[in-house]
């Protein structure tokens, strides 16, 4: 299993474009999310997906779309990339089956910088 | 609203010594707490949890949580630390009623730092 693959590592935009961030997960898990670290704040959460076709929001989710057309890929976009999401994202996904309590699988992060 | 706070940026600690790394919480209800490690240029990993039962849990790594429900604190231990052990350190809440792990709730995170 490679558990949570992200792609990009690493992506540099000019303000004003767009880019979706990629996601795939090869653990049947339901849940995925998408989390922001910034320094001094922690992760915080942007959207969440609690199954195919079921799409939610976070803390943070200002100028950024997602979609779960398939249960093992949840894609970031965003819209029109502002300096202000210059940041690691990374995504998550949870086994259902482990009911609440499951602890969240991590992928390795895409750090974008928007210039 | 639930929160977590981590009110140290960073701890040093000298090999072979006993550490701890502090968390406090506030939610409504019971409380599901985690701790998550990160080392650098990594995603998280998980630790540890608090669900139900023993105050004292053990995890991962030789780690270990203390939870106070009184203190409403769960701090993580370690007996004796590794210079392995220098990593971010998260500690993340989740409670009320319904919702699901995934809108858990992170501290800013610890810095530990050993020492050789």
């Known amino acids: 299993n490679a558990g949570v693959t992200q792609t990009p590592k690493f992506q540099v935009l000019k303000t004003g474009q767009s880019m979706t961030l990629q996601c795939a997960q090869d653990?049947?898990?339901?849940?995925m999310s998408w989390y922001r670290q910034d320094p001094g704040m922690g992760l915080r959460l942007i959207h969440y997906?609690?199954?195919?076709?079921?799409?939610d929001q976070g803390e943070v989710p200002n100028g950024y779309n997602v979609s779960r057309s398939t249960t093992e890929d949840f894609p970031l976009r965003l819209l029109s990339a502002a300096p202000s999401q210059t940041s690691v994202y990374f995504c998550?996904?949870?086994?259902?089956?482990?009911?609440?309590?499951?602890?969240?699988?991590f992928g390795e992060g895409s750090r974008l910088t928007v210039l | 609203a639930q929160s977590v706070a981590q009110p140290e940026d960073q701890v040093n600690v000298a090999e072979g010594n006993p550490l701890t790394v502090k968390c406090t919480y506030s939610?409504?209800?019971?409380?599901?707490l985690f701790w998550y490690v990160q080392y650098p240029n990594r995603g998280l990993q998980f630790l540890l949890k608090?669900?139900?039962?023993?105050?004292l849990v053990k995890g991962s790594y030789g780690f270990e949580a203390e939870f106070n429900k009184s203190q409403t604190s769960f701090h993580l231990k370690k007996p004796s630390a590794l210079v392995s052990d220098s990593a971010l350190y998260f500690c993340a809440v989740r409670g009320g009623y319904g919702g699901a792990t995934n809108k858990l709730i992170f501290g800013t995170g610890t810095l530990l730092a050993v020492q050789p």
């Open positions: 997906s609690v199954g195919a076709g079921i799409t």
């Open positions: 998550a996904s949870i086994d259902r089956g482990a009911g609440d309590t499951g602890e969240l699988f």
């Open positions: 653990m049947n898990h339901e849940y």
């Open positions: 608090y669900i139900t039962g023993d105050n």
């Open positions: 939610v409504s209800g019971n409380p599901y």
